[in-house]
């Protein structure tokens, strides 16, 4: 395949008819007393799938984050863990609390939290975990969960990439106390912006539906008797992400072959590491992933940079947490492989419309720069 014309994009959705035909139908038809049809039918879908009881739709998936911490009283005082590698997001929503976030190194198979980590960095004020599904992959929530119950904390999962993942039989979003999903654009599933509250707990629905509108009263029109957000998505939203998650298992399938392209061609290569599967899991291979490893020839911004001449786009891992400005002079950090992970990763293009083709272009280029 020749260079082509235009960038290979490190993400992008799958867009059918069902999509357009679901939204058009909203634009038309959803409004007065059908003003959150869509929505009822996304919550509804979406729990089905998870195997949660409750789902309560949002706007981002930060805020998904932020009402579970609100819903748990974590405030001024309150510290909590999270590993160092994750979008800032999850620090964020911690910071909007007035807790303090708590960070922890991670598994450098999973790029997930680290259990020995988590466990020696809970203190009397640790009220809560948060356990992300990096790129997908799955933490160790059997062993979470029972760290967990042994110290009174509520775990709350970052699974807002995870959607489609499962772990011994269960889905992300469903371990915990509350799992929150984001459907923002470049996720596997999207409804432009958006995300979901997952639980079992009827007490944390209601309180979070009374909290995302500005903190209603549902018995009493425009009655409101505590401070709120307005967090609440639009029947737009939710048509086109009930289309996207009626069609869930076929974008898992795409992402899985796209991912399995990848391996069959740069598994060999020793300076790099990819997505790693555990045993009793099925990833969703949102992003499709390398590591560099000490022995690589290139540098990661150099490796991109590289790539990017040649028309493909990349994305580098996030940053740990604690190297932000925000977090100097405040935080004492010892996470080796947040940093050696973090600072040396790099996301493939994955989006779900990519051709084998494309993939072979992209992993000729990512084998010719490494094994010059």
């Known amino acids: 395949m020749e260079k082509p014309e235009k960038m290979i994009l490190t993400a992008g959705p799958s ?11 909203a634009a038309q038809n ?27 739709a949002v706007t981002r998936g930060t805020h998904a984050l932020h009402l ?54 809970i203190t009397s004020k640790t009220k809560a975990v948060m356990p992300v599904w990096m790129y997908g992959n799955a933490p160790a929530m059997e062993k979470i969960m029972e760290i967990a119950k042994q110290h009174n904390l509520k ?11 499962l772990y011994n039989g269960k889905s992300a979003g469903s371990w915990g106390d509350c799992g929150a999903f984001s459907f923002q654009g470049a996720k596997i599933a999207t409804m432009g912006q958006g995300g979901a509250l997952v639980t079992n707990n009827a007490d944390y629905e209601t309180r979070a539906r009374s909290l995302y509108k500005h903190g209603r ?29 009626e069609r869930i298992e076929e974008l898992v399938a795409k992402k899985r ?28 291979c949102w992003m499709s992933s390398i590591v560099l490893q000490d022995n690589a020839s ?3 911004d150099a490796l991109r940079k590289a790539l990017k001449e040649r ?34 990763g790099i996301n493939l293009p994955s989006g779900v419309l990519l051709t084998e083709e494309i993939v072979d272009y992209v992993a000729h280029h990512v084998r010719e720069l490494l094994t010059a």
């Open 15 to 25: 867009i059918t008819q069902k999509e357009i035909d679901y939204v058009n139908d």
């Open 155 to 165: 775990v709350i999962e970052d699974s807002c990439p995870a959607l489609g993942t």
């Open 68 to 121: 579970a911490l609100i819903l748990f009283g974590i405030g001024p005082g309150d510290e909590v863990i999270m590993p160092d590698m994750t979008f800032v997001a999850c620090s964020n929503t911690v910071e909007y609390t007035g807790a303090k976030p708590v960070f922890v190194d991670i598994d450098p198979k999973t790029w997930c939290i680290d259990i020995d980590s988590f466990k020696n960095a």
């Open 311 to 344: 028309n493909i786009d990349t994305r580098p891992f996030f940053y740990p947490l604690s190297m932000f400005p925000l977090y100097d002079g405040k935080v004492s950090v010892n996470n080796p492989m947040a940093y050696r992970v973090g600072l040396n």
């Open 257 to 284: 072959q796209i991912f399995q392209w990848y391996h069959d061609r740069l598994a060999d290569i020793p300076s790099i590491a990819m997505n790693y599967e555990q045993p009793n899991t099925r990833t969703n």
């Open 298 to 300: 290139l540098k990661r």
């Open 217 to 245: 009263d549902f018995g009493r029109e425009f009655w409101h008797d505590k401070v709120g957000f307005m967090y609440e998505p639009s029947n737009l939203q939710a048509a086109m992400g009930l289309a996207q998650v």
């Open 30 to 56: 959803g409004w007065n007393f059908h003003l959150d049809d869509y929505v009822v039918s996304f919550e509804k879908t979406l729990a089905n799938y998870v195997g949660a009881q409750h789902c309560v």
